[in-house]
């Protein structure tokens, strides 16, 4: 079963623009990862936020967690007809330490235009 | 590139036959998890696999085998395949140090179609 939910679960927007994606969980969480993936293809590890982290920036991405409300929110900035992907969470629930297991949401289908 | 591979690339079975899916992991790592991804779904936890030994698993029946090896590869095994086994299967490495388990990194998938 899938934990984390995306939403919305298709965008669209103009080369440009900015996107944002929120992910909503239902458990307590180790960390929460945000993933790309291209046509079916292999997953791309964007970034990693931990349980007591409140905000985290890579590049174009900002990636922020609220433990209290279990969701997180990933903006991309400046967006590029390359960023066009599929964009999941996942949550290493807590306790898992020991199994590494990733709960993926179904995905969030970003199409950049140019 | 994660520097994770796997093999085949693509693969049609019918069902009833087993299926042997192949992941080398990156160098330095030495935990690698399995994922099932059908289409339009987000992965799901097979199993996963750190020295040697399956440690963790998700709600799969055992007809879903695996194997890690001393160089850190491995293998996932499907016996008796059904239809709804046609999905991307996704292998990710990463390194565990004591109890912990750092970023997974996937490969590009393997595409199993039954028929």
Known sequence: SQQGEEDPQALSIQEGENATMNCSYKTSINNLQWYRQNSGRGLVHLILIRSNEREKHSGRLRVTLDTSKKSSSLLITASRAADTASYFCATAPWGSSNTGKLIFGQGTTLQVKP | ?115
Do not use: M
């Not at chain 2, 690339?9 to 935990?31: A, E, F, P």
């Open chain 2, 1 to 115: 590139e994660t520097g994770v591979t796997q093999s085949p690339t693509h693969l049609i079975k019918t069902r009833g036959q087993q299926v042997t899916l192949r992941c080398s992991s990156q160098s330095g790592h030495n935990t690698v998890s399995w994922y099932q991804q059908a289409l339009g779904q987000g992965p799901q936890f097979i199993f996963q696999y750190y020295r040697e030994e399956e440690n963790g698993r998700g709600n799969f029946p055992p007809r879903f085998s695996g194997l890690q090896f001393p160089n850190y590869s491995s293998e996932l095994n499907v016996n008796a395949l059904e239809l709804d086994d046609s999905a991307l299967y996704l292998c990710a490495s990463s390194l565990r140090l004591g109890q912990y388990t750092d970023t997974q990194y996937f490969g590009p998938g393997t595409r199993l179609t039954v028929l």
